[in-house]
């Protein structure tokens, strides 16, 4: 059973922990089986000189049980003496967080890159590190190609300018008014090695309760992955990041708003309406109209700990195996 997710930061790190928990308890899917993870890479910043991928190193550290749980990302137990001291230098930007242990990931990954290693072969290294192949995960950024979410926003002199979308993101908390979106080097990228055959060959499709337009939205943007998406085999199975028209946390609905899609979770479903098969939605949710052609399931999509999180994968595991005509295993609850 391959199972292959699409995912952003901390609702897919959570989501994927959940699917790794929710397989291990499932004899039902045969020996053996894999999760391949698709990163954003997106979010991809450079910052005192060094590359960081907010959302690998969140699905790094959540896989590999190093992630600060409260938070939902950076590194358990994490302290920021370094940051202070480039603080008290003047250099760096007050606004985004890097830990100490933190800036090992990133130091270490620069000087790979530096070396002339591709984003795919630093990630592998990275994994290992982080124990992902034992768990039955292989993690690969969407693209090699270096990709930048900007964030199109109005200047004082009533034009416009773009910021990163991490300045847009952390420091102004998605406050500024979205005038579009742009990815610096998109159009270009081709997509990682492995990331479209993980797609075509897969035997299921997840997509995690990713941010629909700056996580998945971006990794859908990769030439080549949304026709895999809509000529793969596998049933493609996603999860709302919106719980009654809200996020459970970050800023989706001001990503969404400025593409004119209705804030909810079918508005979300919407956007992937020409590959989705399956759409997991919270309760209060069951009673919109979705694409049609989609099969919804209703159910709590809170993943309030590890086992909410496994319960939730567990969810799409079973709407997958309906899709595929394999019914679900019973189980005692
Ligand atoms: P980011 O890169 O850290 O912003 O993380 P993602 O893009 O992976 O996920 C952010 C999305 O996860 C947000 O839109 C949240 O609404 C969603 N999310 C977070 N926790 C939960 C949860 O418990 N249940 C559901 N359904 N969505 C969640
Ligand atoms: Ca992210």
Known sequence: MQITVLAGGVGGARFVRGLVHALAADPALGPDPSITVIGNTGDDITLVGLRVCPDLDTLLYTLGDGVDEDQGWGRAQESTRVSGELATLGVGPEWFTLGDLDLGTHLARSRWLAQGMTLSQVTARLADRWGLPARGVRLLPATDTPIETHVVVDDEDGGERAIHFQEWWVKHRAALPVRRFTVAGLA??????????????????????????????????????????????????????????????????????????????????????????????????????????????????????????ARLARAALDLGRELRGTPAPVRRA
Do not use: K
Not at 285 to 308: C, K, W
């Open 188 to 309: 270009g990228a081709t997509a990682a090695p492995h990331v479209l055959d993980a797609v075509r060959g897969a035997d299921l499709v997840l997509l995690p309760p990713s941010n629909p337009v700056v996580s998945i939205g971006i990794i859908l943007g990769v030439p080549g992955v949304r026709e895999a998406l809509r000529g793969t085999r596998a049933p493609v199975v996603g999860v709302s990041p919106l719980l009654g028209g809200r996020p459970v946390r970050g800023h989706a609905d001001a990503c969404l708003a400025p593409l004119g899609v209705e804030v909810s979770a079918a508005g979300v479903a919407g956007l992937y309406a020409d590959f989705l098969d399956g759409w997991l939605v919270d309760d209060a949710d069951a009673a919109a109209r979705y694409p049609t052609g989609v099969q919804v399931r209703a159910l709590d999509l809170l993943m309030r700990d590890q086992p909410g999180a």
